[in-house]
């Protein structure tokens, strides 16, 4: 269960410590998605327009790259309070819609796997350097998350430790949809 603050203003060690969990597990977690998978495996398609396992942790190292600039770009900005005026979504929103398969959105055209990574080794070892690099930011971090912001396609304006959250979160929904093509009757044996 995700633990909520009396004061929406700020975020908690038991927030924290939440973020960082969400953080420093999702790696594993898709490196062990994609262990022993073949070639085969890795390509499959349960429809030519969905994504295959390997295309899906494509995108997953693009989503992580690319918003961890928009958060270090938020970050870099001063301090404005006012804004949290403009946030229309709490916390367990943001927890609910990015880890629930029933909501869907077109990726971004920066994000869309494009066959950027020669192997799902290479890219898997990508993503856990820029999560290392993103872990490391967010543990030194002494702004306050709640007063620096960005904007999302689905959210609009969420504040840093929200984004951060959406951050954290991306690898989950997307195991789900590799568990899911897993599952697919015609999977490659």
Known sequence: MFPTAQDPAIVTDEQRAYLLDLLTTGPASLRAAAAN????????????NRW???????????????????????LSYPDNPDKRAEI???????????????????APEPVVPAGQ???????????????TANLNVVEKATENLRTHFARHPAF?????????????????RHLKQIDEIKASADFPA
Do not use: C
């Open 37 to 48: 998978l073949t070639d085969a495996q890795l390509a499959y398609k349960a429809s030519p």
């Open 52 to 74: 295959s396992i390997g295309e899906n942790i494509e995108h997953i190292v693009l989503v992580e790259s690319a918003m961890f600039q928009g958060i270090q770009k938020g």
């Open 88 to 106: 229309r979504v709490s916390d367990l929103d943001i927890i609910k819609a990015v880890r629930s398969r029933n909501m869907t959105l077109p």
């Open 117 to 131: 990574f020669a192997s799902v080794s290479g890219a898997l070892d990508a993503f856990e350097q820029a999560r």
């Open 156 to 172: 609009g304006w969420i504040d840093t430790y929200q984004a951060l959250l959406v951050l954290g979160l991306h690898p989950v």
